[in-house]
């Protein structure tokens, strides 16, 4: 019989598809909500149960998310792909959008390499509701401090800040945010990029880690924000892809209809996620999502503990 129903595959992909663009880390929320749930929500969405198909679930609905982003940023994508292609043909990198695209391609090493040496031990020995707690409330304090830090201890945004440079007026927003995010050189790409590894962890957010890295660098929010979900799209969908065939062989007999089901819902929440995110970024910082995940990890971890 399934262990997967297709209420719980559309409110796992619903989840999922919000969660893994907001800075509040899916992963974390994946395992934790089953476990306060309880029920049977907590015995078939187990991550670290034996044959559990939930983590292939899990990753398999993380492709949803991705081709999301790509159908959001489709314009974008295009523009990179064109940069790299003649940055590799002119053997040079000269324009923005060559670039991005190599910056996009450094930024990715860390995390494509940790990702595969270390997913599976991360997942397996931290993969249950008291760590993924405790990192959520970590990932909160993280958002927090990374506020702090760059704004001087007053956790505001400057009115300065969002001042546009003489002659920006003449340029598209998604080209001003290009050029910006392409004077961060090598070293500050690399450090935003390692940053996902942190991902790896239940509870922390790779959006959020990102997004706190960038502004620590010195990216305005809104940039932090299109770095990090331009950064996720090959991230996630790589990782995603590699699960796809164990969901096409055994481990996905009698739970394919109900995980397309929740990648539909993924993809629907995905969309709508990063369509408010990128706009909120605009004027609006990380400090309610920290505030957020301080509270509802600490009150998990309470929950799970004492109750």
């Not at 340029?171 to 961060?184: G, M, N, Q």
Request: with cysteine; net charge positive.
């Amino acid at each position: 019989m399934s262990v997967l129903t297709y209420p719980e595959a559309i409110g796992v992909g619903l989840l999922q598809g919000v969660t893994e663009l907001f800075p509040v880390s899916s992963l974390g929320h994946s395992i934790l909500v089953p476990a306060l749930l309880g029920g049977h929500w907590k015995t078939d969405l187990n991550v670290s149960a034996a044959d559990s198909p939930y983590l292939n679930v899990l990753i398999g609905l993380h492709l949803a998310t991705a081709l999301a982003l790509v159908v959001f940023f489709r314009r974008d994508w295009v523009r990179v792909i064109s940069g790299l292609i003649s940055s590799v043909r002119q053997r040079r990198i000269e324009t923005v959008d060559e670039k991005l695209a190599c910056l996009l391609i450094v930024a990715t090493i860390p995390v494509g390499i940790a990702g595969l040496a270390l997913d599976k031990v991360f997942r397996e020995h931290l993969g249950k509701p008291i760590p993924a707690a405790i990192f959520l409330t970590v990932n909160g304090l993280v958002l927090f401090v990374a506020e702090r830090l760059r704004r001087g201890g007053t956790g505001q945004r400057r009115a300065t800040d969002d001042l546009p440079a003489p002659g920006d007026e003449q340029l598209h927003p998604d080209e001003l945010s290009d050029r910006r995010i392409t004077k961060l050189g090598w070293g500050r790409a690399l450090i935003i990029g390692g940053a996902q590894i942190l991902a790896l962890l239940p509870g922390i957010s790779r959006s959020g880690v990102t997004i706190s890295a960038g502004i620590f660098k010195g990216l305005r929010h809104e940039d932090s924000a299109r770095f990090a979900f331009l950064l996720a799209t090959p991230v996630i969908g790589a990782a995603a892809l590699l699960k796809v065939p164990a969901l096409l062989g055994h481990q996905g007999d009698g739970i394919r209809g109900q995980v397309l089901a929740g990648a539909v819902a993924a993809f629907v929440a995905g969309y709508i996620a990063v369509r408010f995110l990128t706009r909120y970024f605009e004027t609006r910082t990380l400090t309610p999502f920290a505030i957020y995940c301080t509270l509802a990890g600490a009150g998990s971890l309470a929950y799970l503990t004492l109750g």
